[in-house]
């Protein structure tokens, strides 16, 4: 049976049926359940004679044990010791401990400490937190909201009937909220024959939902302040693996799209960004992935009193994120001199300047280290750079943009050739590598001057094909224009210049 869990924009309830996406993929043994994600929802199978709420259990608690195991760090074992416990099952603790000489002092406590792993962020909480009184009660009841979850996927109501309808859920605004909680306290079946001073009600707390009524949270504008919760089953267990996802990854940073396919990409992609050469990598699958407007960026920080914290940092534009992954690539492609030691250093220089949106900063680096000494390298790097500098010009409104563009690379083509006109001179490569140090120095007068200079000494008197190059704007663009037009057009003379002659048609 097919199952379609819909996503609804809701920050905390997509990062969990995103986590959930995670969780099932690493049970999928078998390749039966076969989750799926799309643009606005989940979809997964649920194989017959497969056991899916132990499956879900078990692994909650190994990722639970995990994450207790590297909050380990406090009791300062060695790193080696802390990777071995992380990769052992949980039975192996006593064992590694005592291999690795811990103190029995230290054992004693550790191994206290692991027979009390509850959910993270949920303390108070009298079903899932320490006020469950024991693990086994927490357990039971996480066993119990496994079971309503399922039932209420594959749309078995007689369970879920036992709790009671409620008012619609206020998150996903879809299912109906029970009236009374799970409880280890007495059987649910009960529940009936039981006077109604001894139910346990379910009330909309902080215990039930983390952020429902706290500062800087995503809940804040729902929250309808009813004695009765508004939440249901589905988005609590969602809430759940929102918290454990936290625990787990501890990222700082939470993403969010129209679309929950990027949307998991981007969150694995912010998850490495330490790492920029990965970064790319990812904008890559997520560029396949089609385009989706808007990225939120939501920073995450706890609070002791209030739990965890969302705050929206940033909204990335879906084209920005495209321009960066194509300079980042030319970057890749640009041929550094081979002298040049610290190569990766610099490449990787240039893709953080790209990333905080330095592309003038980039630019320069790259004319910086263009490589005098070759003329088919500096040929090929002046291409790039032409490259580089119009696709920083996308960042301008489209209409003066696409104006601009075809105007630049228009006249791009006649300095192309006006460079190419000389390109039987003698000692061309030399003259490359001085235009390239003007275009470094920032001298346009000289470049100016240079350049009439060159036009009035090698060219013929009289002759028609050489007079006809010459560029009618020569003297504003190369004093007067843009930055990057200035430097696009010299890109061009100078590329024209060390490409071997052709016959010149404009
Ligand atoms: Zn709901």
Same mark, same amino acid.
């Given at each position: 049976?097919?199952?379609?869990?819909?996503?609804?924009?809701?920050?905390?309830?997509?990062?969990?049926?995103?986590?959930?996406?995670?969780?099932?993929?690493?049970?999928?043994?078998?390749?039966?359940?076969?989750?799926?994600?799309?643009?606005?929802?989940? /979809?997964?199978?649920?194989?017959?004679?497969?056991?899916?709420?132990?499956?879900?259990?078990?692994?909650?608690?190994?990722?639970?044990?995990?994450?207790?195991?590297?909050?380990?760090?406090?009791?300062?074992?060695?790193?080696?010791?802390?990777?071995?416990?992380?990769?052992?099952?949980?039975?192996?603790?006593?064992?590694?401990?005592?291999?690795?000489?811990?103190?029995?002092?230290?054992?004693?406590?550790?191994?206290?400490?692991?027979?009390?792993?509850?959910?993270?962020?949920?303390?108070?909480?009298?079903?899932?937190?320490?006020?469950?009184?024991?693990?086994?009660?927490?357990?039971?009841?996480?066993?119990?909201?496994?079971?309503?979850?399922?039932?209420?996927?594959?749309?078995?109501?007689?369970?879920?009937?036992?709790?009671?309808?409620?008012?619609?859920?206020?998150?996903?605004?879809?299912?109906?909220?029970?009236?009374?909680?799970?409880?280890?306290?007495?059987?649910?079946?009960?529940?009936?024959?039981?006077?109604?001073?001894?139910?346990?009600?379910?009330?909309?707390?902080?215990?039930?939902?983390?952020?429902?009524?706290?500062?800087?949270?995503?809940?804040?504008?729902?929250?309808?302040?009813?004695?009765?919760?508004?939440?249901?089953?589905?988005?609590?267990?969602?809430?759940?693996?929102?918290?454990?996802?936290?625990?787990?990854?501890?990222?700082?940073?939470?993403?969010?799209?129209?679309?929950?396919?990027?949307?998991?990409?981007?969150?694995?992609?912010?998850?490495?960004?330490?790492?920029?050469?990965?970064?790319?990598?990812?904008?890559?699958?997520?560029?396949?992935?089609?385009?989706?407007?808007?990225?939120?960026?939501?920073?995450?920080?706890?609070?002791?009193?209030?739990?965890?914290?969302?705050?929206?940092?940033?909204?990335?534009?879906?084209?920005?994120?495209?321009?960066?992954?194509?300079?980042?690539?030319?970057?890749?492609?640009?041929?550094?001199?081979?002298?040049?030691?610290?190569?990766?250093?610099?490449?990787?220089?240039?893709?953080?300047?790209?990333?905080?949106?330095?592309?003038?900063?980039?630019?320069?680096?790259?004319?910086?280290?263009?490589?005098?000494?070759?003329?088919?390298?500096?040929?090929?790097?002046?291409?790039?750079?032409?490259?580089?500098?119009?696709?920083?010009?996308?960042?301008?409104?489209?209409?003066?943009?696409?104006?601009?563009?075809?105007?630049?690379?228009?006249?791009?083509?006649?300095?192309?050739?006006?460079?190419?006109?000389? /390109?039987?001179?003698?000692?061309?490569?030399?003259?490359?590598?001085?235009?390239?140090?003007?275009?470094? /120095?920032?001298?346009?007068?000289?470049?100016?001057?240079?350049?009439?200079?060159?036009?009035?000494?090698?060219?013929?008197?009289?002759?028609?094909?050489?007079?006809?190059?010459?560029?009618?704007?020569?003297?504003?663009?190369?004093?007067?224009?843009?930055?990057?037009?200035?430097?696009?057009?010299?890109?061009?003379?100078?590329?024209?210049?060390?490409?071997?002659?052709?016959?010149?048609?404009?």
């Amino acid at each position: 049976m097919q199952i379609n869990i819909l996503k609804n924009g809701e920050l905390v309830r997509d990062t969990g049926i995103l986590y959930f996406y995670r969780m099932l993929r690493e049970i999928d043994e078998d390749n039966r359940i076969q989750p799926k994600l799309h643009r606005n929802h989940l /979809s997964f199978e649920m194989p017959a004679e497969f056991d899916m709420k132990k499956a879900l259990f078990t692994q909650i608690v190994t990722e639970l044990y995990r994450a207790f195991v590297r909050d380990l760090i406090v009791e300062k074992l060695s790193d080696d010791l802390l990777n071995k416990l992380e990769v052992a099952p949980k039975e192996h603790l006593i064992e590694l401990l005592e291999a690795a000489k811990v103190s029995p002092d230290k054992i004693k406590k550790i191994v206290a400490k692991s027979q009390k792993i509850y959910f993270p962020y949920l303390r108070n909480s009298g079903k899932f937190g320490a006020n469950a009184g024991t693990v086994a009660n927490f357990h039971q009841n996480l066993k119990e909201l496994l079971q309503l979850f399922l039932d209420s996927l594959l749309k078995q109501r007689e369970h879920l009937e036992l709790y009671g309808e409620g008012s619609n859920c206020s998150v996903c605004q879809e299912n109906t909220a029970p009236l009374y909680d799970i409880t280890h306290k007495y059987a649910i079946e009960t529940i009936e024959k039981m006077k109604p001073n001894k139910r346990i009600v379910r009330t909309d707390s902080k215990y039930l939902y983390t952020f429902k009524g706290s500062e800087n949270n995503t809940f804040s504008n729902y929250g309808r302040v009813n004695q009765y919760s508004s939440v249901c089953f589905e988005c609590e267990f969602f809430n759940l693996l929102f918290l454990l996802y936290v625990k787990v990854e501890k990222p700082q940073y939470l993403v969010m799209t129209d679309s929950l396919e990027i949307t998991y990409l981007l969150q694995r992609k912010i998850q490495m960004k330490k790492n920029v050469y990965t970064t790319q990598a990812f904008y890559y699958q997520v560029a396949g992935l089609g385009r989706s407007s808007k990225v939120r960026l939501y920073r995450i920080t706890t609070d002791a009193n209030q739990g965890i914290l969302l705050q929206t940092e940033e909204i990335i534009e879906y084209e920005r994120l495209k321009v960066q992954l194509i300079l980042m690539d030319l970057v890749d492609k640009f041929s550094f001199p081979d002298q040049l030691k610290n190569r990766n250093e610099l490449i990787n220089q240039l893709k953080k300047h790209i990333l905080n949106d330095n592309y003038d900063g980039a630019y320069r680096l790259l004319l910086d280290n263009i490589g005098i000494d070759d003329e088919t390298r500096l040929a090929h790097n002046y291409k790039l750079l032409g490259n580089f500098i119009t696709e920083t010009m996308n960042s301008l409104e489209i209409r003066r943009k696409e104006t601009m563009m075809n105007e630049m690379k228009n006249r791009g083509k006649i300095y192309w050739h006006f460079g190419n006109s000389f /390109s039987r001179i003698e000692n061309k490569k030399n003259l490359g590598f001085r235009l390239t140090q003007l275009l470094r /120095s920032d001298n346009r007068t000289r470049m100016h001057e240079d350049l009439l200079h060159l036009y009035f000494t090698t060219t013929e008197k009289g002759n028609d094909e050489s007079f006809s190059n010459f560029p009618n704007w020569l003297a504003e663009d190369i004093l007067c224009s843009s930055t990057k037009e200035y430097h696009y057009y010299v890109g061009q003379i100078i590329q024209g210049l060390l490409t071997v002659k052709k016959e010149n048609k404009i």
